[in-house]
């Protein structure tokens, strides 16, 4: 980075980097790649913060550390399976039964609730009478994980599951039920024999992974350690809504994943650049006591002005001059201003951007001649593209390849399937336009949100 002042160049090497996220299913990966690039993106703006007019001059550096990728592992427990030999020792709180059928779901759940203490691994006719009492009405054996949720419901039971491979340990169903009971699983694979293994204590059995020596308590969640119950219970629930469950599904075999957000595409024509200005008044507080820590509060800000633009990336000429106001009310007077600047554009938007299609020669030859759609990168297929499944139903569909053109400069953009062709509508009525500020989370949106409170006509 760089800034320019009236005597040199300063320069600096800023790093940024975001803390360590766990993805244990496919569907999560995107969300926190999003929620890692908004982490960076808010370390940028905390550091451009401390100063304006930083430029940035090259990037010296970007890499991906520390990406481990476990393998999955079908969920579907039938016969038995000897433990690993690291997780044979008795402190580790396993209970292995030994069935002889494909029925280890059900013998863990009665071992759960029907303790044993001598040999516990075995399968007794107490056992197996204590079995009739549990409801697994439409459940096939051995269990798929998609009849778990109807086994919890039938049994009044919290059901988790995890995985074990390469000495790790890692969630796979996390419940969402508020049992009272709850009922721990590891599951084990060898080559094409899978086997549910009761888990008595999920804390002993996870004791190895943490080199804190005292007493631990782990999240089944993101497996993390905490010294205290107090602690755990304070974390679980940020952690469930951040990660979630964690239930793994693959996609099928051969199958392709496709980009499917393609009104996304579409760029905003509108985007309004604005910035708060506040003058600081000194505050008068009283003397702090010297035995307990405190923060001084010497100063307050109070808004004074603001300043935005209205630019149009697609024709500058609709582009505004940008507005500047200096007294009191700011901030009222600035969301007045934004909601008749949004209005405004929308008209723009009803009357200017619904140019006709305007083609060249040159047009008419690539659409003629085109096999794929340029939106969503497939190609075009009379036998398929003008029906969709719906409910096991073939329904046709009118999925034809059309001209897509730019609303804007009626210019000619390519050959499309008419749904992706759809996608792409400008809707003046449903259309966002972002306004974008300089560090607003860190400042700017902190004299709305106060207005917000104190206003009922801010929404």
């Known amino acids: 980075m760089k800034k320019e002042t009236e005597d040199r160049t300063i320069y600096r090497e800023p790093y940024f980097t975001c803390k360590v996220k766990t993805v244990t299913n496919i569907d999560g990966i995107l969300e926190k790649i999003k929620l890692v690039e908004e982490e960076i993106l808010n370390r940028i703006s905390e550091w451009l913060s401390e100063g304006s007019q ?8 970007h890499h991906l550390r520390s990406l481990s990728v476990v393998t999955y592992l079908p969920l579907r427990g039938n016969s038995y399976i000897p433990l690993p030999d690291e997780l044979r020792n008795s402190k580790k709180g396993l209970i292995n039964l030994i069935n002889e059928d494909n029925k280890c779901f059900l013998r863990c759940h009665v071992r759960h609730l ?5 040999n516990p691994q075995r399968i007794k006719l107490t056992d197996k009478e204590f079995a009739k009492k549990l409801d697994y009405s439409g459940v096939s054996f051995p269990v798929q994980i998609k009849d778990i949720a109807k086994i919890e419901k039938q049994n009044s039971i919290n059901i988790s599951v995890f995985g074990y491979e390469s000495k790790r340990l890692y969630p796979i169903r996390i419940s969402n039920e508020k049992y009272e009971n709850h009922l721990e699983l590891l599951y084990i694979q060898k080559e094409n024999i899978s086997h549910y293994v009761y888990i008595k204590d999920f ?3 996870m004791h190895n992974f943490s ?11 993101c497996l993390h350690c905490f010294s205290s119950k107090n602690l755990l219970e304070r974390h679980q629930p940020d952690c469930f809504n951040l990660n979630g469950t964690q239930a793994i599904e693959m996609p099928a075999p051969g199958s392709k994943i496709y980009f499917q957000n393609q009104h996304r595409m579409q760029a905003v024509p509108f985007v309004i650049y604005a910035d708060f200005e506040a003058l600081t008044e000194k505050v008068d507080s009283c003397q702090p006591s010297e035995e307990k820590s405190y923060t001084t509060r010497y100063q307050s800000h109070l808004p004074c002005g603001y300043g935005y633009k209205v630019v149009c990336h697609a024709d500058s000429k609709y582009s505004r001059p940008v507005e500047i106001y200096r007294g009191e009310d700011s901030i009222e007077k600035f969301i007045d201003k934004i909601f008749k600047e949004v209005t ?3 008209k723009v938007m009803k009357k200017h951007f619904n140019k006709p299609l305007l083609m060249t020669e040159e047009n008419k030859r690539d659409f003629q001649n085109s096999t794929s759609c340029y939106i969503c990168k497939r190609e075009y297929d009379k036998d398929n593209d003008n029906f969709v499944m719906h409910k096991g139903k073939k329904i046709k569909i009118k999925n034809h390849p059309v001209r897509d053109h ?3 400069t009626g210019k000619y953009r390519g050959s499309a399937h008419n749904c992706c062709n759809l996608q792409l509508r400008l809707e003046p ?6 306004v974008i500020f300089h560090n607003l989370k860190g400042y700017d949106s902190h004299f709305i949100m106060q207005k917000r409170g104190l206003s009922n006509t801010v929404k």
């Open 54 to 61: 930083w430029i940035i001059d090259e990037i010296l550096d």
């Open 114 to 118: 029907n303790p044993e203490k001598k």
């Open 203 to 205: 804390n002993r059995l």
């Open 211 to 221: 080199n804190h020596k005292e007493t631990k308590h782990f999240c089944m969640y």
């Open 344 to 346: 405004s554009c929308q």
């Open 406 to 408: 730019c609303h804007i």
């Open 429 to 434: 009525e449903k259309l966002k336009i972002p």
